[in-house]
């Protein structure tokens, strides 16, 4: 009987989030009366991956986060997904474009989950050989342990790396000429417009140098441009995290790469240069009053940090994207501010700041809400109502 879903951890992500969103998606599923298998590949993995092969008659789907399974083979050169006559789902977490190798293939049960509408329709438009490609965010994660606002120890908190523009114009410096005119460029078009999409800004690129692709050479074309988002996330999450700094509100900044900011050397700002695990930065989360997000170059969905922060009575703080006003009520279940101009960021938390009791009222709003649509028992839900249908 086709009663079970498998979830494979085929690589291990930053901070092992995958490991995290699996345990999750799995509590969940579980919970909807639905039996569940993991399939760890990171120890004895061609063993792990015939033994699933055999038994697949009780599969009736399977997942993996980035998964590496779409280039796998058989000894005989059979691709894996060709073999493996199961529904899979491919759950990127983050732009397309970094996984081309994984999704340049087609396979009749292979379909392709996005946390972004935008990324869902490039996919749609430049990967017509994917199955099917979906829309379902990450799921928010509660804390263990949850805090008053009064007794949370971090008053405002930002979360991620940092790699300097330096190290990554040093990357930029190694390519050919036309490719390097070419991110240098849309570099330039997506910062000087935020709301540009890397897959628009080629488009706009390609049309002033009068050059045609086809679909599969576009998608080629964005995959070798990947050092344009890398670049400017990098430089927008240090404009934001300087701006905050300048609101003077006692600042946490967790993360490699920040201790080389000279702006952020000051007695008010506390930096950890070390990594956190997934769940040890969940807690984090729900012990700050503040989370200041960004998520650069997404335009068409939100990070699961800012579901988190909701569910754990946590200040969203975080862009205003035509998306982001859409999904959530500025002011009552979040903050958001113009990333196009940091000066708004810097007054609007140091504002904000000042009034807990706001904070508190926000929180509340945003806590209900989360608990209403955003846990990872509503994306297992969604999962059977709105994706894998055909059961």
Not at 240 to 267: N, Q
């Amino acid at each position: 009987m086709k009663d079970t879903v498998l979830l494979f951890e085929s690589r291990d992500l930053c901070y092992e989030s995958n490991r995290y969103f699996i345990k999750c998606l799995k509590q969940a599923f579980e919970s909807l009366g639905y039996p569940v298998e993991v399939c760890d590949l990171s120890l004895r993995m061609e063993e792990k991956l015939e033994t699933v092969l055999a038994g697949q008659e009780k599969y009736m789907a399977a997942l993996d986060f980035n998964s590496l399974l779409p280039r796998m083979e058989l000894e005989d050169g059979t691709p894996y997904l060709e073999a493996f006559q199961v529904p899979f789902y491919n759950y990127l977490v983050d732009h397309p474009l970094y996984h081309h190798v994984g999704i340049r293939c087609g396979f009749s049960h292979y379909s392709v989950i996005c946390i972004d509408t935008c990324h869902q329709k490039y996919m749609q438009k430049y990967y017509p050989q994917i199955r099917q490609v979906y829309y379902l965010p990450l799921g928010a994660a509660e804390a263990q342990f949850e805090k008053e606002l009064e007794q949370k120890r971090f008053e405002l908190l930002f979360l991620g790396t940092y790699e300097p523009e330096a190290a990554l114009h040093e990357q930029l410096e190694d390519y050919a000429l036309p490719l390097k005119k070419e991110v240098s460029a849309l570099i330039d078009m997506m910062d000087a417009d935020h709301a540009l999409t890397q897959e628009d800004a080629l488009a706009a690129y390609l049309r002033d140098q009068g050059e045609v692709l086809t679909e599969a050479e576009f998608a080629v074309r964005l995959n070798h441009a990947y050092l344009a988002d890398k670049y400017l996330r990098n430089l927008k999450r240090k404009k934001a995290v300087i701006a905050a700094e300048k609101s003077k509100i006692p600042f946490t900044v967790i993360g490699h790469g920040w201790d080389v900011l000279d702006e952020l050397h000051h007695k008010q700002v506390t930096l950890y240069t070390g990594g956190v695990s997934y769940p040890v930065s969940i807690q984090m989360m729900a012990d700050a009053k503040i989370l200041l997000n960004t998520t650069p170059c997404f335009h068409g969905g939100l990070h699961d940090r800012v579901y988190t922060a909701m569910l754990n009575h946590t200040l969203a703080f975080t862009e205003d994207t035509p998306f982001s006003r859409n999904e959530l009520a500025d002011q009552k279940e979040a903050v958001l501010y113009n990333d196009s101009d940091l000066d708004t960021l810097t007054e609007k938390l140091a504002d904000i700041y000042k009034h807990p009791a706001e904070i508190k009222n926000i929180t509340d709003h945003a806590y209900r809400k989360a608990q209403a649509a955003y846990t990872w028992e509503h994306r297992a839900e969604t999962f059977f109502s709105g994706v894998h249908t055909d059961r």
